[in-house]
């Protein structure tokens, strides 16, 4: 395949060249998730595909429950449908991201010299699993 027909269709089917879809969470629906180091990013990465989307309409989505703004993957954003969240998790494995907040708050408690007693209780979550 030519380069050029590689970046074209790839533009297309992240929805930068050109949207398919109306709504929000339609968008991310289509996408699986919209992910960006902090919240502004993610919203951004839904008006770059989403040129009528604005701040508030993406806020009226997750205010409405359309869109849900989890951790899913890692410490960073998610924009996720609401429609698939359950079968998101399943194929996440829930234990990684009480995994991944017992090792958060073990880093906090470091840091601000504090005794881990929320490291404690995700350790209970983590073992309930």
């Known amino acids: 395949m030519h380069l ?13 060249a050109g949207s398919a879809f109306t709504k929000v969470n339609e968008l991310i ?3 699986g998730a919209i992910q960006a180091q902090d919240y502004a990013m993610a919203k951004w990465a839904i008006g770059k595909r989403l040129p009528h989307a604005t701040d508030d309409s993406v806020e009226a989505a ?3 429950g359309e869109i849900l703004r989890i951790h899913l993957l890692r410490p960073t954003w998610h924009l996720v449908a609401a429609d698939d969240i359950h079968w998101l ?10 995994r991944m907040a017992t090792e958060g708050a073990q880093c906090i408690s470091r840091r601000l010299h504090q005794p881990d007693s929320q490291t404690s209780r995700l350790r209970v979550l983590h073992s309930r699993r």
């Open 29 to 31: 629906s289509h996408m």
């Open 62 to 64: 997750i205010a409405k």
């Open 4 to 16: 050029q027909k590689i970046a074209s269709t790839r533009l297309a089917n992240q929805q930068i």
């Open 89 to 98: 998790l399943v194929q996440h494995d829930c234990s990684i991201t009480i």
